[in-house]
């Protein structure tokens, strides 16, 4: 780990670096949860690990060597569903209070991670990776063609509002091969309207900033 934790404050982990070009800055799965904090007003730190040192610290407090990890208190998580789901918890502007639309905000979030991200992530892999024929390509289509009519018909997953299960659709569904895959007019501007949002601008600039301080320092050293 990089820095002391003298901090009351939920301390969020990503990595120190990643490439900027055609690299995944901008997509670290730490944005959801620096987002959520925004979305919630709740105070954050974020501390870093290292890409390709991976530490048994690190490895520790996260078993695949993966980012995000958080720390709040005496609490310690890792999977990026779950620490939303622990943010959300501290504030209704993330989850309805009402036990209706909690639960149907669990089950959109779970739907994000386990019925779309389960299979845009392994066929933008397949994507990047150049393979010849994405065998993926029908499962996923039909899955964002199911999103599509559900966001036709309205304009936020659960009780007429935004809640972290947008938050987590919208990141499942911004990234651009997936964007591209297709015309689906009603999640365009559902992904727009998301991502809109004063505070996922705030931290996504936030971790954009943090990814070009780190490759600029790295790049420097390397001069
Ligand atoms: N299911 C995990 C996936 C985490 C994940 O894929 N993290 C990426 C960064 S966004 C990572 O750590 N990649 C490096 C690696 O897998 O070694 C979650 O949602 O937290």
Redesign the pocket.
Known sequence: MCETEMTDKLVIWT?EWVRMTNG?AG????LRLRWACEEAGIDYDVKTVS?QE?TPEHFSR?P??????IKDGEIEI????A?LLHIARKSEVLMPRDPVGEAETLQWTIAA?NSVETIS?PWWFLEVTGAKENGLTGWLESRLSFVEGILGEREWLVSDRFTVADLLMADVLRVAKIRALGDRPASEAYIQRVTNRPAFQKAYAAQMAHFEAADAARNKIGT
Do not use: T
């Open positions: 990595f995944p997509f670290v799965r730490d890409l991976k996260q695949f060597g993966q980012v995000p990890f890792f999977e990026s569903g620490c991670l992530v």
